[in-house]
């Protein structure tokens, strides 16, 4: 070898090395920047479209992978663990329910929980709108609906079909007006089943079928009222006892003349919560304001959330709904706090200047998709104004006192999702699923359900 293909030949040699030492030093570097999490993006896809108006998504606990998705017309649609939506819906209660306006309804069917062990006893639950009973809260007022949860069976020969037949009503509460129907159910990590009810609708807690509670500076108050009705509360029963239903032993209220369903109380609209998967499983819950605020809570047992004394951290006046009263009890007259909420938004109709139509309680994320929203909790704006312009927000748990909050920002939508936001779902490894639809109403097809993911 002559010396000139000699020093050639260690260049080529050293130019390898030096190749192999680069991939090496940047191989290290891109291990060391997803260990040190270096923000991923979030985005969100299409997991089903084709839906009149969705509302949740839940995962049996069955490890099918199946996705199931509540539309408010009364359907639920199954999403095949291939992430194709099978063309038979999984049971149709349409004909079970109240008739829903096209153009705004809050009635139909509004959420579904399966039995924690679903797997082996096959049962789940609907909350869902039933027709009323005859009668009314008052002489001359008949009842708008019946609010109605129900235990199904799924059907013994397939397991994407429910047996329609297998229902046994577990609880029902006559509702006075069309809206605040609450209408979430979820299992808690007791195994008890949570309801939120809202205060049975009208405005400002008010009206037939609002009863006096204790604070008479405010007519009505089926939201402090915890003996006459179950409206206005957040409600937990043991599915598993009784027929159809025994009461918690610890039940905040088991014991006295107050009706041993309430676990929480001082709701007006609680449309949407949630339990956190990790952590101290926290319920966390949207519950929606009259004209000024809209808020968040974090719901702990036997709590007062306040609701007709106050909207949010202020002092609400049925006199007028648009001003705040200069002030309002701290407690009520057992004593219990009124507990303000973790976040408060100003409704669209705050002249303060307002940012959202009704807030929607989200979920704890607990995924893996995206690894800096541990432990964050994502909520939602249904509209921002009235249009279709719902979006995303981000908040960071505080251990006391307000939580900040921020835009959740997604790669295919940075200003809003350009549907109106209706609901959340979370599957059982804790990604976040997000339901929304291009119209108000109960109408049209073009509702959608998407996954929260990190697109990059
Ligand atoms: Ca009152
Ligand atoms: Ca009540
Ligand atoms: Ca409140």
Redesign the pocket.
Known sequence: MKASKLVSYLLVRLGSLFVFVAVLITACEKQDSSNASVASTPNIKLIADNLVSPLSVVEPPDGSKRLFIVDQVGKVWIVGADGVKLPTPFIDLAGKMVNLSAGYDERGLLSMAFHPNFKNNGKFYLFYTALPRTGGPQPGVNWNNLTRISEFKVSAANSNLADLNSERAILEEDHPQSNHNGGTIAFGPDGYLYISIG?GGGSNDNGAGHVPDWYTVNTGG?????Y??????VLRIDVDNGNPYSIPADNPFVGTNA?KE?YA??FRNPYRFSFDMGGAHQLLLGDAGQALYEEIDVVTKGGNYGWNVKEGTACFSTDNNMQTRASCPLTDTAGKPLIDPVIELKNAANPAGGVTVVVVGGNVYRGSELPELQGVYIFGNYSQDGRANGKLYKASPAASGMWAYEDLKLKDFPTDLGMFLKGFGQDLSGEIYLAASGVQGVSGTSGKIYKLFADN
């Open positions: 205060d089926n939201g402090q009222d915890l006459a009705n179950l409206l206005g509360n009706k309430i109380y001082g």
